[in-house]
């Protein structure tokens, strides 16, 4: 499994005062939309935090084609596009209902405690369809 | 020194679609007051957490009498109302020029890592005039 | 009907150093709280601004007793305790399975766009049981 | 002037359980550094709002290098990459001390308050240094 979608409505506490959903916000959708594809495939992010491993942030970015209000009812459709030892990419496409409002990507490396990069774990990556 | 202000901008970040700073916000604001007296005082909050010590909310609250909006430029005076071993009581009062925006208060226990409820080091209470 | 419950996890941006989730976050929730159980009143909250109403937030107090983690499945109990032409209060109950995280109180007023005091809609106050 | 740094220490609330700053919260950084460019430029981004004139977000970028903590204290420099009548290009570079913790890019746009396209008003290129 590569993909996955999930739905949620903004809440007042992200919007901003232009009356839209704050561009901040849109990331940590996106990292919800990360976790929750995880958790489709079967992983446990907080057991692999646990576990001495955390997956962080290298870059990010968003393309915003039409603004979310309040209460707006979207579906975020979360999807792996590269994984590697090295790194895990993810793209993100925001919609109310046929209407795509954004586009971001994410790309994660895998590190331990002390901050040292790591190798993706191999379980990582079989939930996402690489052969290791 | 048991009072302390600080100046601060509201950010874009920090308003919602009413057009005011969203009542959430201002406890993040509290939360730099604090930190802000402690350092005023002679201490170092970051250092206290490094040494095991953790300062947790227990009780909050505010009361709302003028709105703020994006850009106002905000005073913050935090009080420090009681300190003991067992729990410590700070005031918060914002202002916007002479008017005042809000009230809110806070009582902050001390734990350890586990979570496990500590004794306020008496540094800490010298530092607000407690003797100890 | 003046008590709704909902559930929903803790996103990993609403957890701060301490690896708990933040205090002022409770307060985001609890806005969610208001807001679905008005829409399982019938009410829309949205709709209500449209219309040139608001209700703003007075008053807010909550009391923590257990704090909740990343990646929680949370359930927060939503209970109108008063509601009159001045003012609606809520009370928030929030849960992990059986134990009770926090427990908050808000106290709404009725505002028009220009931020002068109005009676709270008739509709609103049906909604909740009150005859008017 | 084209550039223009701030500074301030990292807020606790704006931290994760990982210990670091949320990737999130640099956009919320990059637009104070913007509005602060601006106000250093002699401009007012609230006026420019309340002449009936939004910049709003087209695309956000970040690339992060290394982590910043709670109570670090960091420099923002913001730079103006591009600017024209269609977009006005940032370029943001944090800092602690000598560390470069990450660049970021966004691409704004100006419209009025039916969301419909506008031309930068000319004296904001004025200020940007564009020959109008």
Redesign the interface.
Known sequence: MRQHEIQFRV???E??????L????Y??YF??GR?ELFRAQGGD??AM?EGGL?L?????????RV?A???DLLTLRTTITAASEAKLEHEYQLFREETLLCTGHSTLACVDRS?ALQRMPAELLRMCGEST
Chains 1, 2, 3, 4 share one sequence.
């Open positions: 809440r007042y506490s919007t901003d005062a232009m009356g839209f704050h561009h901040a916000n990331f940590s990292e919800v976790t992010y907080r935090e955390f962080v942030v290298a870059k990010l970015d968003c393309r915003y603004p209000r309040f209460d901050g």
